[in-house]
């Protein structure tokens, strides 16, 4: 038995068939296999270079939670016809021989994007002969780098303690299957899902790759890139390159990547093939990008895809730009925009004279656009007990981790001494419309504790104090206008200015932008004119 193929436009897998390849043959529905899995399968479909893969379905992980181990023993024939694929597509083995010694990633992939929230585990199926074999094929250095990466991630992720992984790399692949399952009800994917108010969810995938090595020699590294800016929503391709990397070095934040620029002077061809695959996979997607990739030896190598977490400003940007190229239509475009994401570009900003006058304490990288203004803390639990208190808090730290969500939930701005802009400090952050600066410098925010402070996080700026605000309105921001015009056009109901009602309008509803009941009850009552000094909020709640 050979684990099947994508083929047809099946609804769901029968029930014993809980792992897919991922062949490109057809492209799998997220909620059959999670985002990460459906956007391997459709980049191999459309002749990307991306490492073989298999995945081991949602459906597997619900029947986990209520079969436990009896589950695992279930899918385990197809498990290994999995790895059976991926040994015949690479020409490696895994658990060691005559040939190269085959590794994987073991990767969580929700049906939903959750950054962060669940586990990984990386170089899976490396033991002390397999470390062996790659030192003779390539070298000591790159083999007991990648065993150590292995050991630390591993014996994180399944809890180890002291005690080193299994030599036999099917228990390594058995303990970490279930590993990345229970990371679904982890503290910090249920807060996540949570403040999402995410309850259509019911489980992960778990992915299955052949490894990638971005640690192997000179002209091998690891990168992420956004086909467009997921910050500011300029055109431009945005992203970092760390030479020598894994994916977890860029995105656990202790490191400090490059810019994409170095990788184009280091490799040109290979930045080139990168930017060319990040337009078609924009187009094919009809949305902006995040990408995840590897580079081996000088070949680039496409791990995953899927849409770009952004700030509130790139949002309305990307919308509007979206619509204007006619990747999308203008419902679309509204659809794409929320009352969150126009309420948080329209938050107070700093006037040019009140940034001159202040005292600077730090600065480093824009990571998500904003104001955020609170007392300095610097750990997640100090985060929660002030939020609980009603004070605001700015979470203050070295770097973030998954374990530091729950703080940043509850923080009104997130600051870390390193990593880049595609740290999981910034890109949670994003996700949570939470002002962040990253990169600020090792040591330079020491002290801080207990200071009041104010963050911009479009400029990567943190001043001493409460700085006054200045605030803004639709008409001063270009894409805010085209937004509130195609509103307005697609609207029966009428939302005017307090200072623009038009004459002759006898009865009309003064409502709320940031409380949607308000709204409720003036469309309940009948009234087809509201007034509100926010129009856009108003009329994207009644889109909806």
Known sequence: MTAPSLEGNQSRPTAPELVLRLDGRDVPARELVGGKAHGIARMRGNGLRTPPAFVVGIEACQRYFAEGDALIDDIWDQVMD????????????????????LL????????????????????????DRTRE???????????????????ELYGAVV??????????????LRAAIKAVFDSWNSPRATAYRSHHAITDLHGTAVTVQAMAFGNLDDQSG???LFSRNPLTGAAEAFGEWLPRGQGEDVVSGRFDPLPLSALAAQMPTVHAELLSAARELERQNTDVQDIEF?????????????????????????????QEEGLIDTREALRRVSTAHVCAVLEPTLAPETRKSAELLASGLPACPGIAQGVVVTD??????????????????????????????????????????????????????????????????????GREITVDGGSGEIFAGRLPLTALSEDSDADLAKLLEWAGAASDIAVH???????????????DHTDPSTVAAALAAGHKHLICEHPLPVLLTIGR
């Open 294 to 322: 590897t580079v081996e030896s000088g070949a680039l190598y496409l791990l995953q895809t899927r849409n770009a977490k952004r700030s509130a400003h790139a949002a309305v940007r990307f919308a509007v730009a979206l």
């Open 104 to 127: 994987v990633s073991v990767r969580s992939g929700a049906a939903r994007s959750m950054p962060g929230m669940m586990d990984t585990i990386l170089n899976l199926g490396i033991n």
């Open 380 to 449: 997640s639990d100090e985060a929660q007990d002030a939020a609980d208190e009603g004070v605001d808090a700015v979470l203050v730290r070295e770097t973030t981790s998954p374990d530091d969500v729950s703080g940043m939930i509850a923080a009104v701005g997130v600051v870390t001494e390193l990593g880049g802009s595609t740290s999981h400090a910034a890109v949670v952050s994003r996700e949570l419309h939470r002002p962040c600066v990253v990169g600020c410098g090792s040591g330079t925010l020491t002290g801080l504790a």
């Open 222 to 224: 690891t990168g992420v």
């Open 497 to 511: 200015r307090p200072d623009a009602v038009p004459e002759g309008i006898l009865t009309a509803r003064v409502v």
């Open 159 to 172: 809890g180890l303690g002291d005690r080193l992984p299994p030599a036999d790399p099917r228990e390594q």
């Open 82 to 101: 999995g790895i059976a694929w991926l040994e015949a597509e690479t020409g490696h083995t895994f658990g060691g021989g005559p040939e190269i010694p």
């Open 133 to 151: 074999q790659l030192a003779a094929l390539v070298g000591a250095e790159f083999a007991t780098d990648t065993q150590r990466r292995f050991r």
